[in-house]
């Protein structure tokens, strides 16, 4: 749970670094696992469009928790979802989490934007968290953000990324939040944020969970995942009658 310092930083920041929350040693064991996924899956790129062709590269996975028992546990913990119904309230469903890998030395940076954007929502009850399963120093390029800037509602979004403006929120300007193995950086989806490149001889391993209040209605039908809709914490007031999954609309 947050203390009531850190409640009030989120707020006026938008974002919170807590500190710890998985011990070094369960830091690094999802580490190894993140990694022997990435080994069984072979080439998988996700850097952004606006930075493409600049020779980096980011290995990543989506709906991790179909692939590691680990992730699943991880993903109703308390010490995960009671930060989270901090933020959002007692009731807390996944939307989705992925795995990026950025390798040493050429690992893609992450344009400045806001996550709206991939999947707005009526209430922007939307949380993510970034768990680090590594040290991310702001060499490695670790995440930066605009504080504040979850005030501004949806702001203009650029290209096929939804990048923001980049001379309005350049990178060089954004606050970086470095990080150690174990901690995990809470921001909301509003928030303009963003990653530099990877320019140190490790890789920077994080695992990103995306959270929402359940009342909270999409304003589209984008960024379908597998398990979305589970509850992690408290439960789904909204809810209808019982149906079996085969009789639901597919
Ligand atoms: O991992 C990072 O540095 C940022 C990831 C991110 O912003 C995203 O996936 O939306």
């Not at 590269?57 to 680990?70: K, N, Y």
């Not at 992730?71 to 795995?99: C, E, F, W, Y």
């Not at 140190?200 to 960024?223: F, G, K, M, N, Y």
Request: aromatic share 8%.
């Amino acid at each position: 749970m947050l203390n009531a310092e850190q409640k009030v930083f989120y707020q006026d920041n938008g974002y919170v670094l807590v500190p710890a929350l998985l011990d070094k040693s369960e830091a690094a064991s999802l580490r190894a696992e993140m990694h022997a996924i990435a080994q069984s899956e072979g080439h998988s790129d996700a850097t952004w469009d606006s930075v493409r062709n600049s020779g980096t590269a980011i290995t990543h996975c989506h709906d991790v928790h179909f692939r590691s028992a680990m992730v699943t546990r991880l993903l109703s913990d308390p010490r995960l979802t009671s930060v989270a119904q901090d933020l959002i309230g007692p009731n807390v469903q996944l939307h989705h989490n992925k795995m990026f890998i950025k390798p040493p030395a050429k690992g893609s940076p992450f344009p400045m934007h806001q996550d709206y954007p991939y999947f707005p929502h009526r209430d922007h009850s939307m949380i993510a968290v970034i768990l680090h399963l590594d040290d991310a120093p702001e060499e490695k390029g670790c995440l930066c953000v605009y504080p504040g800037t979850h005030k501004l509602g949806p702001l203009p979004a650029f290209g096929n990324d939804h990048h923001v403006s980049t001379t309005t929120y350049p990178i060089a300007q954004a606050t970086p939040v470095p990080a150690k193995a174990g901690d995990a950086v809470f921001f909301h989806y509003l928030t303009v944020h963003g990653s530099g490149q990877n320019l140190s001889d490790e890789a920077r391993t994080t695992l990103l969970i995306q959270l929402r209040d359940p009342a909270d209605v999409p304003l589209s039908d984008r960024h379908a995942s597998r398990g979305q809709g589970m509850m992690l914490a408290g439960i789904d007031p909204t809810a209808g009658s019982f149906k079996f999954a085969w009789e639901e609309k597919p």
